[in-house]
């Protein structure tokens, strides 16, 4: 909405700025991967490998360039919230976790580990204020399309549209999207089984804190 009403109703001015806020959050995205890395690993080499990783993958490139997609600020602020909650801001990494789900519904997972991790570090009370900066942060957001009447709309359009046009399900199905999921990854697909090497290293290492993870 707030790129609509910036570019005025011109197309191709709309398009320039949704190119630049996919493209901003991809870096972002890259950021927030080497910091969360180091927060969790506190190793340099090893920030710096999770950020090359994803420029590993090509589509991460060129997809900015069509536009708008929702996927690069959910997954920004889903590692922000994420960051905030190994640091210790709570409230702000409900927020962030909530805006996340709001982008697109996969972004739900990481309201799920931010409130796992708040109750694992820091007990009830950092759960509450998690949660708390997940509802006033739900708020602020849907207050605004209720008081212009779009609430029934933004019902139908988030939920029942999704419910009625799945996808189709069953195995096929499932297999038709690991080969695509293949074909998009490609080379990428190396930093990824060396990513599973070192989640299950650092699993075993410590494995009751971080096996739910």
């Known amino acids: 909405t707030l790129l609509a009403v910036v570019s005025m109703g011109d197309m191709y001015i709309l398009h320039l700025l949704s190119v630049l806020v996919a493209a ?39 997809l900015p360039s069509q536009g708008f997609y929702p996927k690069y600020p959910s997954i920004f602020f889903g590692l922000l919230a994420l960051l905030l909650q190994f640091r210790k801001q709570s409230l702000f990494s409900g927020a962030a976790a909530a805006l996340s789900a709001g982008f697109i519904q996969h972004g739900a997972v990481c309201s799920v580990l931010v409130l796992l991790l708040a109750l694992q570090h820091g007990g009830y009370e950092r759960l509450r204020s998690t949660f708390a900066g997940m509802v006033l942060t739900t708020i602020g957001v849907i207050t605004p399309i209720v008081l212009f009447g779009a609430g029934e709309a933004m019902i139908v359009e988030t939920i029942f549209a999704h419910l009625i046009g799945s996808e189709p399900k069953g195995m096929i199905s499932i297999l038709r999207r690991l080969g695509k999921g293949l074909l998009l990854t490609g080379y990428a697909a190396i930093p990824v089984i060396l990513g599973v090497y070192g989640l299950v290293r650092v699993g075993t290492e410590n494995l009751k804190k971080n096996w739910w993870v």
């Open 24 to 62: 901003s959050a991809g870096i972002g995205i890259v950021y927030l991967t080497t910091q969360l890395t180091y927060e969790v690993t506190s190793d340099e080499l090893a920030s710096l490998a999770a950020g090359l990783a994803i420029l590993s993958l090509a589509g991460f490139h060129y």
